[in-house]
């Protein structure tokens, strides 16, 4: 089975496969002009024989490193969990959003599923999977023993340049100072060839004995660990057939030939068990395993970088895994003092929070939105979300009154507390309006207490609450307060369906995704609509970040060799990891994308409450302007001891 021509080629993978190739062929080239040839000249004839059996040694490992680099792993068909013999509900792929079979698993470098997937291999810019284990194996085998081999030879090179020396002797011929480079230089290449390659394939042929494949090995450690720990009950691994069965399994039924390419047999999805009955077959690895050890988590930080857990923590040093800003599951060291500043940058990653941060000293930031609200109970509780109209006025201008108070300190305190009077519809600069995301929930999907909103009352609703806002016989109404409305961002659909799999980890339960991109598009379409009628701009981040996707995707297909004119190839959610903590709120990336918009559309729409604008200027006077309008003696601010 030739490898998927369809597959998008890593520019990285391609260098490790020219950077091995080419290693093979120096080692092999140079070992033999400048080393065998000298070395073997008195043993005649078979030196002829040796060259061939070595070259054929070569051409053996280029062979099986060309077919572990070419052969497709194993590309899960279609609608296979119809024929299935499994009773057993198969798990669920988030990503791929197919059913996999057993021993199958996701690939995030090649962004698809792999029948009996063992790992990512680079260095072959290829997984190894179901029908290229064998060639994988071999591959290792022959490049063990073949540098082996040039070892030993180029050691007995050394030991006669030894000897000549330390003897003051020409038993040996004399070797040259090119001779003596490429020994030199091939010796330490050979070395850690052998040692690298060699510990991979003692690896391989161990978790072979146990028919295991890399990740698979991993499950069990943490099954037993789970074992130990009491947690489930003693559970055998059902794939473990036997030495013999287990090597014939990847190597044929004949063993004594294995070291010849064949054909896998199977289809990659049926596989022999240990058990007898099909009904008797567990669920590998068992339940408890998606328990203890999820995939994926729901992040507690909505839409920015999230911690997964804590792994270890001492005095000097934090160990978690996390989620990074590119939605990638990755385990990380930090020092105690970098890991606090983690903490505050995710603490300061929303919207609200940079746009506090833009307006310290100018005005207040409050969020007012509460989570899983949609637009029918946000106008619900409107009456609640901002203050009413009073008659109470406060000073126009703090240093004015100030000027004409400077007698008394008590009337500075006076006049600090009428600055510091309740906010009042007068002082709302501006209301920004982020709604619709709940609003576009599903009809049909189960379990979202009910926050489907219909488009045209989704509509109605803003244009409810902008009206409250601008009618002057309304209780809400200011002059000064502007409006900006928000669009819902795109849904990251694959992440969305992990989210939903956290509290019924697959295989047994497979959720109804509750929210589409497609639908989540009307409600974009439609505050743009109620913005463009009332006169309301609006900063659309659902197109934004969906343009710098497809740049993104564009870019992707580029490097991967895909034309211009065919996308059909292209991964739909590629780039979205980029901009996502999950299914449904932005990261830290996308909440910088936003507060850039925000900032923009304020900064050009309404410009004299831009945070760059002179007029937003601090509203509580500083201790400076007190002490000069009410001409107080700095003495009285400063802390004076009788000791």
């Known amino acids: 089975m030739s490898r998927d021509s369809n597959s998008a080629p890593d520019l990285s993978g391609v260098i490790y496969v020219f950077g091995v190739t080419s290693l093979i062929l120096f080692i092999s080239f140079s070992s033999q002009y400048f080393v065998f040839y000298n070395l073997l000249s008195p043993f005649g004839a078979i030196r002829s024989n040796f060259f061939a059996i070595f070259n054929l040694l070569t051409a053996y490992i280029l062979y099986m490193y060309y077919l572990a680099c070419t052969t497709e792993p194993g590309t899960i068909p279609k609608l296979w969990h119809k024929d299935s013999q499994y009773k057993i509900k198969p798990r669920f792929c988030t990503s791929c959003q197919e059913y996999k079979p057993p021993r199958s698993h996701h690939c995030s470098e090649c962004r698809r599923c792999v029948l009996k997937m063992d790992h990512h291999c680079p260095w072959t810019n290829n997984c190894v999977g179901f029908y290229n284990q064998g060639h994988f194996l071999r591959f290792l085998v022959s490049v063990v023993v073949t540098c082996s081999i040039a070892m030993c030879l180029h050691s007995y090179k050394i030991y006669q340049f030894g000897y000549n020396i330390y003897y003051q002797t020409f038993k040996y011929p004399p070797a040259s100072f090119k001779t003596m480079f490429f020994v030199s230089v091939n010796l330490f290449l050979l070395f850690f060839v052998i040692l690298f390659v060699g510990i991979m394939a003692i690896q391989h042929f161990f978790q072979l004995k146990n028919n295991t494949t890399?990740?698979?090995?991993?499950?069990?450690?943490?099954?037993?660990?789970?074992?130990?720990?009491?947690?489930?009950?003693?559970?055998?691994?059902?794939?473990?057939?036997?030495?013999?069965?287990?090597?014939?399994?990847?190597?044929g039924d004949n063993l004594y030939f294995f070291w010849l390419p064949s054909k896998m047999q199977g289809d990659g999805i049926n596989y022999l068990t240990c058990y007898q009955k099909q009904e008797d077959l567990p669920l590998w690895p068992p339940l408890e395993y998606y328990k203890a050890y999820p995939r994926s988590v729901t992040a507690k930080n909505k839409g920015r970088t999230s911690i997964q857990r804590i792994l270890y923590s001492n005095q000097d040093s934090v160990t978690i895994s996390m989620f990074d800003e590119d939605g990638e599951n990755v385990i990380r060291t930090f020092s105690n003092s970098e890991y606090?500043?983690?903490?505050?940058?995710?603490?300061?990653?929303?919207?609200?929070?940079?746009?506090a941060h833009h307006y310290t000293r100018r005005a207040d930031v409050l969020n007012r939105g509460i989570a899983g609200y949609n637009s029918r109970w946000a106008k619900a509780i409107f009456h609640k979300l901002f203050p009413k109209t009073t008659h109470q006025q406060t000073p126009k201008n703090t240093n004015d009154i100030l000027a004409t108070n400077p007698s008394k300190a008590s009337?500075?305190?006076?006049?600090?507390?009428?600055?510091?009077?309740?906010t009042r519809p007068a002082q709302v600069k501006l209301v920004i309006i982020f709604l619709g995301v709940n609003d576009a929930v599903l009809e049909s999907a189960s379990g979202t207490f009910g926050s489907f909103v219909?488009?045209?009352?989704?509509?109605?609703?803003?244009?409810?609450?902008?009206e409250l806002l601008r009618s002057p016989n309304s209780e809400f109404y200011s002059p000064e307060t502007e409006i900006l409305l928000i669009t819902p961002p795109p849904v990251y659909e694959p992440k969305r369906f992990q989210e939903l799999l956290q509290s019924k980890p697959p295989p047994f339960v497979v959720p109804e995704l509750d929210r589409r991109e497609d639908n989540t598009r009307l409600y974009t379409e439609a505050v743009i609509a109620v913005g463009r009628a009332n006169h309301?701009?609006?900063?659309?981040?659902?197109?934004?970040?969906?343009?710098?996707?497809?740049?993104?995707q564009l870019q992707n297909a580029t490097m991967g060799g895909t034309s211009n004119n065919n996308t059909e190839h292209v991964d739909r959610w590629y780039g979205y990891g980029k901009f996502f903590a999950d299914g449904l709120h932005l990261n830290s990336k996308g909440n910088r994308l936003l507060s850039k918009l925000v900032l923009d559309a304020i900064s050009h729409h309404f410009p004299k409450i831009s945070h760059k604008s002179k007029s937003m200027q601090t509203f509580i006077p500083s201790i400076r302007t007190i002490a000069a309008a009410a001409n107080l003696d700095k003495n009285l601010f400063s802390i004076k001891s009788n000791l």
């Open 454 to 466: 219909p488009v045209a009352e989704f509509q109605n609703n803003l244009s409810e609450m902008i």
């Open 340 to 355: 606090k500043n983690l903490m505050a940058m995710m603490n300061n990653g929303q919207i609200d929070a940079q746009l």
């Open 214 to 251: 890399t990740i698979e090995k991993s499950e069990i450690n943490r099954v037993e660990k789970l074992i130990s720990d009491g947690k489930i009950s003693q559970i055998k691994y059902p794939y473990n057939l036997g030495d013999n069965l287990n090597f014939q399994q990847v190597f």
């Open 536 to 552: 309301v701009p609006v900063v659309n981040i659902f197109s934004a970040i969906k343009e710098q996707i497809s740049t993104l």
């Open 411 to 422: 009337s500075v305190t006076k006049l600090v507390e009428q600055r510091m009077l309740p």
